[in-house]
């Protein structure tokens, strides 16, 4: 890779990009004159709840950090700010977006039966789990990486690859849509743990390695002194750490789900029983 220059305040100020910035601005305000204007056009539109709405905004807010502020370019010269970056894109804000959608706003998208098929395939829980684990590993192999991280458009086939299979990896644990959310809570924990087994590996390749493993970083400016080696494993560490803390508070939150779920049930259950009480005084 050529040589780069070490960024100065200027450079990480121009860094910003302004029409990421007015694609997810465009995205906040189609989300809002849906769920606010528009949504008596849409059949069962319950109102969205004022967490619902935070976290869908907080999911975007992570998205344009990572991509459109200084992070993106920091993450060209250190690896751990890379890992960083990835870490907020793929495990942090996919799951922030789903939460944040109410079931009625996407559930047209799914009356093409095309759509359904295929999505209802990728997102079946054994694909899922496996398909953003296996690209995100692979993504990470040395070779691999550095002919991504050389290149733009590779970079951004990256992403378009990514992405999506993230949010299809994230969806059957957080599908917004009751009917096609069919795994149980049990079974939502135990996918959770599958999923921080299967990211191990090229965690733990990238921390123990003895060696460092990407070419993409050498011959860059060392910002803040940190030795190559000592970048890359603090990018598997925090990687690591970033998940486990994702992936438990995403537990907690299927947990409390669990518990909210049972209770209603209990409570139709203790309704039909005094109604069929009633019946026969």
Known sequence: MENMSYPTKN????????????FFLAVVVIYFYFI???????????????????????????????????????????????MTQQ?????????????????????????NRYFYRVFSLLTKP????????TIFSFYHIPFIFDA????????????????????????????????INTLKPLHKIAYIFGMGILLTPACALIIFSKEFLY??????PRLFGIPLLDDQQSGGIIMK???????????????IQWIKYDKKKTEELDKYNIEQASKYK
């Open 11 to 22: 450079d990480l100020l121009l860094s910003w990009d302004p029409l990421l910035l007015i």
């Open 36 to 82: 606010g204007p528009a949504r008596n056009k849409f059949k069962n539109a319950e109102p969205v709840s004022f967490w619902k709405k935070s976290l869908f905004l907080f999911g975007i807010l992570l998205f344009f950090l990572a991509k459109g502020s200084p992070i993106n370019k920091l993450g060209h010269y250190l690896f751990l700010v890379h």
């Open 87 to 111: 870490s907020i894109l793929y495990l942090a804000a996919p799951p922030l977006i789903l939460i944040g959608l109410p079931s009625w706003l996407i559930k047209p998208i799914f009356k």
């Open 126 to 133: 054994f694909i899922a789990i496996f398909l953003f684990n």
């Open 148 to 179: 991504i991280m050389s290149n733009v458009i590779l970079m951004k086939l990256a992403i378009f690859v990514l992405l999506p299979t993230a949010f299809i990896m994230w969806w059957p644990i957080l599908s917004p849509i009751e009917e």
């Open 215 to 220: 070419d993409t970083y050498i011959g860059l």
């Open 241 to 255: 750490i970033m998940q486990e803390i994702i992936y438990g508070g995403i537990m907690l939150f299927t947990f």
